[in-house]
Antibody
Framework: VQLVESGGGLVKPGGSLRLSCAAS????????MSWVRQAPGKGLEWVGR??????????DYAAPLRGRFTISRDDSRNMLYLQMNSLNTEDTAVYYC?????????????WGQGTLVTVPS | QSVLTQPPSVSGAPGQRVTISCTGS?????????VHWYQQLPGAAPKLLIY???IRPSGVSDRFSGSKSGTSGSLAITGLRAEDEADYYC????????????FGGGTKLTVL
């Protein structure tokens, strides 16, 4: 399993950014996926999850992020995306792309190396 | 303030046993959601240690074990080694948050 995030960088407050995650080594079409973030020196924060098309392709988000963040997937390219709008300093974090077990445990199983998003004050 | 409460730090000498608790409520762990545990070494991405409360993925040392009771989960590490020094996080899901995932605040393990 390999998950490679990209798209991070410096973005002005109020700006937008789209993160990408290239997945390989497993059946992406059959995998639930999620994003988790970690602010510098802080703990892990669940961002949101997207189910497979077979499970309706539905998305769930952490309540504080709903409306600003959007998760999508392109199964034809084995790609996961995170669109982030109206960014503020509190969104500064490393963003991890992950797989999610869909067999009933719903554990986050595999993690990418992360991509850093910085929103300066 | 995390929905799941972990002690900020624990410590132990090499060879000892330590436990890390993850205390939730009736809307998450107490509602039947599983507890999962992660280890994050300095500068690295988190790694799955325990899933489904007490199941070790292939390749994880049997020095790590998990349990769940009521509204809490627990991670035990036996035969402490220097390389176990890391941050540990629990994960579950919460019905009051529309089924969103919730992490504990994390516990820093120091091997003395």
């Amino acid at each position: 399993v390999q998950l490679v995030e990209s798209g991070g960088g410096l973005v002005k407050p109020g700006g937008s950014l789209r993160l990408s995650c290239a997945a390989s080594g497993f059946s992406f079409t059959n995998a639930w996926m999620s994003w988790v973030r970690q602010a510098p020196g802080k703990g892990l924060e669940w961002v949101g999850r997207i189910k497979t098309k077979a499970h309706g392709g539905t998305t769930d988000y952490a309540a504080p992020l709903r409306g600003r963040f959007t998760i999508s997937r392109d199964d034809s390219r084995n790609m996961l995306y995170l669109q982030m709008n109206s960014l503020n300093t509190e969104d500064t974090a490393v963003y991890y792309c992950t797989t999610v077990d869909s067999s009933g445990f719903y554990s986050i199983d595999y993690w990418g190396q992360g991509t850093l998003v910085t929103v300066p004050s | 303030q995390s929905v799941l409460t972990q002690p900020p730090s624990v410590s132990g000498a090499p060879g000892q046993r330590v436990t890390i608790s993850c205390t939730g409520s009736s809307s998450n762990i107490g509602a039947g959601h599983d507890v999962h545990w992660y280890q994050q070494l300095p500068g690295a991405a988190p790694k799955l240690l325990i899933y489904g409360n007490n199941i070790r993925p292939s390749g994880v040392s049997d020095r790590f074990s998990g349990s769940k009771s009521g509204t809490s989960g627990s991670l035990a590490i036996t035969g402490l080694r220097a390389e176990d020094e890391a941050d540990y996080y629990c994960l579950s899901y919460d019905n009051d948050l529309s089924g969103s995932g919730v992490f504990g605040g994390g516990t820093k393990l120091t091997v003395l």
